[in-house]
């Protein structure tokens, strides 16, 4: 409720990406995206979906581009519904 009154946009975008979009969270367990950097990983998923977060050591925040994955990290995609599933199956493949 504080969103509506404080930052109308914010709850606007919110509503709006519970139609049309999606927030998924990995954990890194996928050995050929280790030691890539933001920016690497980025250039190979698709359009509509961004690395929003990386949580490392119990911390969050939003990614440089030339910060290097490691394994464990988690990573927070947003984007297109579509997008953000084809990238969670780029980073997360299911045997």
């Known amino acids: 409720m504080d969103n ?4 109308p946009a914010l709850a606007n975008w ?8 999606d ?3 990995i954990e ?15 250039n ?3 359009n509509g979906v961004l690395i929003a977060l990386i949580g490392r050591n119990g911390e969050n925040r939003v990614p ?3 910060l ?9 995609f947003l984007g297109h ?4 599933h084809d990238a969670l199956q780029r980073t997360h493949p299911h045997d």
């Open 68 to 76: 290097t994955i490691e394994y464990g990290d988690h990573l927070t």
């Open 4 to 7: 509506v009154i404080e930052r």
């Open 14 to 21: 919110m509503t709006e990406l519970g139609r049309t979009g």
């Open 28 to 42: 890194v367990t996928a050995e050929d995206i280790v030691g890539m950097t933001i920016q690497d990983l980025d």
């Open 64 to 66: 440089e581009q030339d």
């Open 44 to 46: 190979e998923l698709p």
């Open 81 to 84: 519904t579509d997008a953000v």
């Open 23 to 25: 927030v998924q969270e």
